[in-house]
């Protein structure tokens, strides 16, 4: 493989190893944190909704970065430099801000935290679809899947390990030092010029008028209310049922972690080897499978297995459905288009926070985990609409 292809590949990863990082605390660690100041599951639910909000209306940030040359610097590299920095300012200053008696003065540093995460995220995608051919589609999703649960692994026992036995103040301080780590590869990319083709051009948005297109995003909000409403619940449900440590929940998103690696791997290979029909409906069977399981977790000792097949589901859905979402793209609004269908997920993720923590406090965490794997179902009668044949050029798809 060429070393700029590996420099290439590393910078991808480690800008979404920087993202793991941040779930590594806001899907293991928040809803401790917060319970631990005398707060609700509930307020944990709508903390993560309003936080997640500008993962929802990032269109805007992407259609800004397709039309806009910022500084004549280029559309993705300085957005990206700017979200990172951003997302540093923000850990730096979030020990200060008590959430217990600033609760709402906490959600909006959240807020511009992950407007500055959705900034970089966006921009990230966009240079990905710029520069990916087809063929790697796949893979470029496995390394940014596999790069976000690496930092989830790499970091989850060490933020466990320090919550429990220095303070939250280290945990956020790490976290803000880790997010550096892609700068200097992002400082030496270089940029190429947009192709004319590639000039953007709202005739393209007509797109999401496809039923293929809009099917694939109904599919993306069912595949992520499931797996974020769950992820959430994780750690809470070990808790209260076997009375884990703040260490251990970091070791158990560790082993989640690692199961997301291998499910981003698996989705890549999924996608490159059975197709993408196929790919989809495994990813159904094994996110049922995953999220059920934990339902009827009898004990700690069987809860590390549970949680690495729900971190494998969780990491095939997500490579399976962005994959897809590559595929679906249409170049003149790479960013845009891609950011509308991540928008889907990411309202879903919203949507599924909250229900998971109403869920919890009202009936409890093992039916809520039952019913959430049960919305699988809704997922199976969209398969033949995602993969509908279509004469546009705008959707390719493999049967």
């Not at 990032?58 to 040359?69: E, T």
């Not at 994780?234 to 070791?251: K, M």
């Not at 109403?358 to 794997?373: E, H, K, Q």
Request: net charge positive; charged share 10%; with cysteine.
């Amino acid at each position: 493989m060429p070393k700029k292809k590996i420099v290439r590949y590393i910078m991808f990863g480690l800008l979404y190893f920087s993202q793991g990082t941040i779930l590594s605390y806001f899907t293991a660690l928040n809803a401790l944190y917060f319970l631990s100041r005398g707060l609700s599951m509930t307020d944990v639910g709508i903390f993560a909704t309003i936080a997640l909000i500008p993962f929802v209306i990032k269109i805007f940030l992407g259609m800004l970065s397709d039309r806009v040359n910022l500084f004549g610097l280029g559309h993705r590299k300085p957005y990206i430099l700017l979200g990172l920095m951003i997302q540093v300012t923000c850990l730096v200053a979030a020990p200060f801000i008590d959430p217990a008696r600033y609760y709402f003065g906490f959600v909006a540093l959240a807020f511009v935290l992950q407007m500055g995460m959705a900034l970089y995220d966006t921009c990230t995608d966009g240079l990905a679809l710029d520069t990916t051919p087809s063929d790697e589609q796949g893979t470029i999703q496995g390394i940014m899947v596999g790069g976000r649960a690496l930092g989830v692994v790499v970091t989850a026992s060490v933020v466990g390990l320090l919550a429990q036995n220095v303070s939250w103040q280290a945990v956020f301080w790490l976290l803000a030092a880790i997010t550096l780590l892609p700068i200097p590869l992002v400082l030496m990319m270089r940029e190429a010029a947009r192709p004319v083709e590639r000039t953007f051009d709202w005739a393209a948005f007509a797109a999401f008028r496809q039923p293929p297109v809009i099917g694939l995003a109904v599919l993306g909000f069912v595949f992520f209310i499931i797996i974020a409403g769950a992820n959430q619940l994780v750690n809470p449900f070990l808790d209260s049922q076997f009375g884990i440590s703040l260490s251990t929940a970091g070791f158990v998103t560790t082993i989640w972690g690692i199961g997301v690696v291998l499910g981003g791997v698996t989705g890549g290979r999924l996608i490159d080897h059975i197709g993408k029909r196929k790919a989809v409906q495994f990813s159904i069977a094994i996110a049922f499978a995953g999220v059920f399981l934990l339902a009827i977790t009898p004990d700690i000792f069987m809860a590390w297995g549970m949680v690495a097949l729900f971190g494998i589901a969780y990491g095939t859905y997500q490579t399976v459905y962005f994959a897809l979402a590559m595929n679906y793209t249409d170049q003149r609004i790479a960013a845009s288009m891609f950011s509308i269908l991540m928008a889907a997920t990411n309202i879903a993720q919203g949507a599924g926070m909250a229900i998971s923590g109403v869920l919890a406090d009202g009936i409890g965490f093992r039916w809520t985990f039952v019913v959430l794997s049960c919305l699988n179902f809704f997922a199976i009668p969209l398969i033949s609409i995602v993969f509908r044949k279509t004469d546009s050029e705008l959707v390719t798809v493999e049967n």
